[in-house]
């Protein structure tokens, strides 16, 4: 069965909560709901010195009459055998298997590199965190994701089209979607699994190009001539996340405002 949401009615007023799942530090958010009324939310981080920014942001999931316990675990991406170990911290916390895995850490380097130039400490820096973390907590966490469960991963417009001199988030964003595609085949008909991809999203991990009238320059490239907000994208994670979706699998879903039609 498919694990048990708020229903929208004048008890839970009808608007988007943000999950603890938008931010660009780098975060990767374990969410278990586990009755109508409270949400048990484990937040991974990369390192302790995010554990304050990561409780806030779990914050975010409650509309104003949730209520809801938050743990914080270190998921140090890095090392291969943390994130097993960050899971299994999320499943002692919350006291059982896990309904839905949101995954959403990631880094995108903000300087202009071509493939000639790039460092293979710049490579491989962005391949373990945009792509090896992806498959260590996914394989961590499967084994524990109930029947009916889900998960959504997190790509980008450049996984789909390429970014010039940035071909390394652009490779390991496109490598999201492949995993996706695989594994809705793999993990049906018990789980599902589909993936959001932002285009330019209003975080501080785009501070540098927004920069000088950077960001007036990059709306007018977007259909709907605006950079996402934050909640753009959580309104979509938390579909994909429910039961509406649950006939939805190895899906991608662009949420960039039409920009992956102007490549």
């Not at 373990?128 to 966490?141: F, P, Q």
């Not at 950079?227 to 994670?237: F, L, R, Y």
Request: hydrophobic content about 45%; charged content about 20%.
């Amino acid at each position: 069965m498919a694990p048990a949401f708020p229903s929208i009615s004048d008890d839970v007023p009808p608007r988007v909560a943000t999950p603890p799942t938008i931010s660009s530090t780098g975060r990767t958010y374990l969410i278990r709901p586990v009755v109508s009324a409270l949400f048990s939310v484990t937040v991974t981080t990369p390192s302790p010195r995010c554990e304050g920014d990561a409780l806030g942001d779990a914050e975010a999931l409650a509309y104003p009459n949730w209520s809801f316990d938050a743990v914080v675990a270190n998921l140090g991406i890095h090392h291969v055998s943390r994130p097993g170990k960050a899971v299994a911290e999320a499943l002692r916390a919350l006291g059982g298997g896990l309904d839905i895995l949101v995954i959403n850490h990631g880094v995108w380097p903000a300087d202009d590199v071509p493939v000639a130039k790039m460092t293979d400490e710049q490579w491989e820096s962005t391949r373990r965190a945009n792509l090896d973390a992806v498959i260590y907590v996914c394989r961590a966490a499967i084994p524990s994701i109930k029947e009916g469960g889900t998960i959504v991963l997190v790509s980008s417009t450049a996984g789909q089209r390429g970014e010039a001199f940035h071909a390394d988030y652009a490779a390991t964003k496109g490598a999201v979607i492949s995993i996706t595609k695989s594994l809705a085949v793999e993990l049906a008909p018990k789980i599902t699994i589909n993936c959001v991809a932002p285009g330019w999203v209003d975080t501080e991990m785009s501070a540098k190009p927004y920069a000088e009238g950077g960001r007036a320059a990059i709306e007018k490239t977007i259909p709907l001539r605006r950079v996402a907000s934050a909640e753009d994208i959580a309104g979509p994670i938390l579909f994909l996340s429910s039961p509406l979706a649950r006939h939805i699998t190895g899906e991608v879903l662009n949420v960039n405002g039409g920009s992956v039609l102007c490549g």
